[in-house]
Every structure is written in C-alpha cells, then in structure tokens.
C-alpha cells in the first residue's frame, strides 16, 4: 500500500511539475561559444535582457563554452527531449535528425547578409519552422553567419585550389561539394577545429568568420580567403527552444519572446557585419595571409554547388526541394 501510495505520490508531483508556469522554472540556455566575447553568446544576452525588460518574472540561466556537459550537436537530442530549454544551435547539425536542415547552409544561396535577413516573414522561414516544429524545437532568432576558408599552406581561390586538402565543412551540401572539387572531408562540430587542424586531421576548413577568431583558428592555419562580394557560406545559427518548452508560454510571453528575438536579430546583424574585417585583422596580425574572393572565383564555387550540393539536396525529399525551391524565390 504504501509502495503505491508513493507511486501516486511521484505521479502527481510531475504532473504539477509540467503544469507549473514558466515563470516559476530556470529556463536554461546551452551553447559552445565564449562567454562575453563571441557575438553568439552576446546576441543572447541581449535577447534575455530584452526579455526581462518586458517580463522580469521569466528567469535563465546562460551555460557558456559547453559548460552545462552537453556536446555541441547532443543539445539537439536534449532540445527535443525537452531536458534542455534553450540553446544556440547551428543548425547544419541537426542533419543527423533530418536531412532538409541543410537548407540553412546551402552555398551560394544567401549570397548576404541583407539577403539573410530578407528571408524573415518568407514562406521560406514558415516552411523551416514546420521543419523545426516537426522535428521537436521552435527556432527563436534570426542569426545569420557569413563564413570563410583557410588552410595551413595555401591559398583558396577556385574550385581546383581545394584537390588533395583534409577539410571540415560543417554540412553534407558543401562536402557534396569539396568532394566533387577533390577535397577530402571530415565531418566535426566547430569546437574540434582547432585540435585537429593542431594535430594534422585537417588541413583546412571552411567555417564562420566569427569563429575564427573566437576560437583563434588564425593560431592553427595562415591562408584566409574571406567573402568579396558574395559570401560563399553563410549559415543559420538561432537561438532555438524545445518545443515542450515553448507550448508552454502563453500567447503573451510567446510574443515577449518574439520582440525580443528581433532587437537580438539587429544587434547580431551589426556583429556579422563586423564579423568578417574581424577576422581579417586577426589574421593579418598573427602573420597570416589574406585573400578577398574574386567574384570570377565565386562564380565558380556556384555553379559546382548548383551542380552538385543543390541537386543533391533536392533529390533527397519532397520537403527538400520545396524548401530549395523557397529560399530562390527570395530575390
């Protein structure tokens, strides 16, 4: 009897547990990046600055730099679980969960972070957050990263300059895409960059200029080809919720989050913009070397992408190439 009267007991408690409000819980947000430095975890700062503006009884707690013991693509599975309530999440990792998530990185689609931001409010964001939904998370902001090349020993023009590199591209679209130029890739979150550039499993990789120079990758290569015109890679990297966890706002503190996500959107579009001169300069001061893509050398990297990542991706699903189809219908 007492055996089941505990039962009922624990039962009860988690039942009261998932009904408490929102207010009354620690709202927890993961992410891999450097506290107080890199743009990602103070564009988040500002989001939960904005947030307690409006309501200061919604209360978070920010775990930097995988401090809370979650690996960086692992807080996908905690997301949908609902174990963890927020985090930083580039999204290219969640290809594991559903291969359409590639559509946030496809090179040579978002050519710009104006054009980035053109995307909010499209059919195309409405279809990736039923992507999202469908997948057990709700994407919050709107932060887009321009993104860039370097290598240990040579400079990155066109196609042909990648044959023979070991390269980290963070998505199967653009490794599609290396293979097909005779790169060979290794598939890693961005924080084992560094140590396998370090070690000799990488000879280059492609990633964003933000990271760069938060994780000082100007430490472990020399030759930077950053974006000219046209930004090659540029990848979605929100602030993202669980979706158990974001049903149970209210309307009223759904939309607290929503004004809040779009003063941390311009906040972190002033960073990106910065981001990649950023890395220039690192770059050039630890005596490394730089080159701007040419716009001929773009038009290259696009015309294999459309040959090679973009068909790939469409064939995958019918989902897949409606998104694709999507995001080009955004001029």
Not at 168 to 188: H, I, W, Y
């Amino acid at each position: 009897m007492k055996a089941i009267s505990a039962c009922i007991a624990a039962t009860m408690a988690a039942l009261l547990s998932a009904l408490a409000p929102v207010s009354a819980q620690e709202i927890k947000i993961s992410h891999q990046f450097k506290a107080n430095a890199d743009g990602r975890d103070l564009a988040t700062r500002v989001f939960v600055k904005e947030v307690n503006a409006r309501d200061p009884s919604l209360k978070f707690r920010i775990y930097p730099a995988q401090s809370l013991g979650i690996k960086p693509i692992a807080q996908f599975d905690a997301l949908q679980n609902g174990t963890l309530e927020m985090a930083v999440f580039p999204m290219s990792y969640a290809v594991g969960k559903a291969a359409e998530f590639s559509i946030i990185i496809m090179p040579g689609t978002i050519p710009t972070l104006e054009h980035a931001m053109k995307l909010r409010g499209t059919p195309f964001q409405k279809k990736l957050q039923d992507l999202a939904h469908a997948n057990g998370v709700h994407i919050v902001t709107w932060w887009w990263t321009p993104g860039a090349f370097a290598t240990k020993d040579r400079e990155i023009t066109g196609p042909k300059s990648v044959d023979g590199l070991k390269m980290r591209a963070a998505d199967p679209t653009f490794e599609a895409m290396l293979k097909a130029a005779g790169a060979s890739v290794v598939n890693m979150p961005s924080t084992e960059i560094y140590p396998s550039l370090q070690s000799g499993v990488l000879s280059g990789t492609l990633t964003s200029a933000e990271t760069f120079v938060s994780m000082r990758l100007y430490e472990q290569t020399k030759y930077a080809t950053t974006p000219g015109k046209y930004a090659l890679w540029m990848l979605l990297q929100p602030l993202v919720m669980s979706k158990q966890h974001w049903d149970k706002l209210t309307p009223a503190q759904q939309k607290i989050f929503e004004e809040a996500a779009l003063k941390s959107d311009e906040y972190f579009l002033g960073l990106q913009r910065d981001a990649v001169k950023d890395m220039e300069t690192a770059y050039k001061k630890a005596g490394g070397h730089v080159h701007e893509m040419s716009q001929a050398e773009y038009d290259q990297w696009a015309a294999l992408a459309r040959e090679t990542a973009w068909k790939e991706f469409a064939a995958k699903s019918p989902t897949a190439k409606d998104l694709l189809d999507a995001l080009l219908a955004v001029k």
